[in-house]
């Protein structure tokens, strides 16, 4: 019982002096710092109150996300590890560790806290979103897992839909890839990203009318080359040579025609 109270006292004085050493922080100071985007004289701020042997997590993350912001991803990850070795299972520090790793170039560090939020959280979109992004390669077969996961958790979010999609399409399994970009649209119908990327898969599963329609929508607001490609295509296989011809010799004027448009032409 005396152990006990012994342990419950010693850690209300600890409470106390941290609240106290809070309060020295000169909040509105603090508050002109994040607003004006000086984020290092910030860190430095904090650091001259609260000294160097700071032993609180949340302490040490705000000072690590000050450094992070400021670009300076060595102390970021010096006070992030410092606030790991306190809360090793905080989701927000471990995400913060595997930014600054995937930034540096150490794409094996990141995945290792990755790995720890998937161990904590195994429904966390984010983190599976974040994993696919670490491999460059879309034939990699650990991209197309994440992908999936994540687009299984949140089947809306764009970009996982469109890196998906182009996966899908490299595997040529375009139906997967059409499903996909089309569920995403749904719920973001002005993503003109998500309808370019649907045009030449639209176009492989002879789906040219829909091509036809979406694709001349896109031209009245952006001139894109690959789009009137796409569309010009869809042209010529409904056998609509004229309108074909028209945007051929667009791609012509514009110095983008190649082998396969000429062809076409």
């Known amino acids: 019982m005396k152990r006990w109270l012994a342990s419950l006292v010693i850690m209300l004085c600890c409470n106390a002096v941290f609240s106290q050493t809070a309060n020295l922080v000169d909040k509105e100071k603090l508050f002109d710092f994040y607003q004006t985007q000086r984020y290092a004289d910030a860190a430095n701020y904090l650091r001259t109150v609260y000294g160097e042997d700071i032993t609180d997590a949340r302490t040490l993350s705000q000072i690590g996300y000050c450094y992070l912001m400021s670009g300076n991803n060595v102390d970021a990850e010096k006070f992030y590890l410092k606030a790991y070795s306190v809360q090793p299972h905080s989701l927000p520090i471990l995400f913060s560790l595997a930014s600054i790793n995937s930034r540096r170039g150490n794409i094996d560090k990141a995945k290792l806290y990755y790995g720890e939020i998937v161990k904590i959280d195994s429904?966390?979109?984010?983190?599976?979103?974040?994993?696919?992004?670490?491999?460059?390669?879309?034939?990699?077969?650990?991209?197309?897992?994440?992908?999936?996961?994540?687009?299984?958790?949140?089947?809306?979010?764009?970009?996982?839909?469109?890196?998906?999609?182009?996966?899908?399409?490299?595997?040529?399994?375009?139906?997967?890839?059409?499903?996909?970009?089309?569920?995403?649209?749904?719920?973001?119908?002005?993503?003109?990203?998500?309808?370019?990327?649907?045009?030449?898969?639209?176009?492989?599963?002879?789906?040219?009318?829909?091509?036809?329609?979406?694709?001349?929508?896109?031209?009245?607001?952006?001139?894109?080359?690959?789009?009137?490609?796409?569309?010009?295509?869809?042209?010529?296989?409904?056998?609509?040579?004229?309108?074909?011809?028209?945007?051929?010799?667009?791609?012509?004027?514009?110095?983008?025609?190649?082998?396969?448009?000429?062809?076409?032409?």
């Open 123 to 265: 429904n966390n979109f984010s983190v599976y979103k974040s994993l696919a992004n670490l491999f460059a390669s879309n034939k990699d077969s650990l991209k197309l897992v994440y992908l999936v996961k994540a687009n299984k958790l949140n089947p809306l979010e764009g970009d996982v839909a469109n890196d998906l999609a182009d996966v899908y399409a490299g595997l040529q399994e375009r139906e997967k890839a059409y499903k996909v970009l089309n569920v995403a649209i749904a719920a973001d119908t002005g993503n003109i990203i998500l309808k370019k990327a649907l045009l030449p898969i639209a176009n492989f599963l002879k789906k040219y009318n829909e091509v036809i329609a979406s694709g001349e929508k896109i031209l009245s607001v952006d001139n894109d080359a690959y789009v009137i490609k796409d569309v010009a295509k869809a042209y010529y296989f409904t056998k609509n040579y004229t309108k074909a011809i028209s945007l051929f010799k667009l791609l012509e004027v514009m110095g983008l025609q190649n082998e396969a448009t000429l062809y076409y032409t």
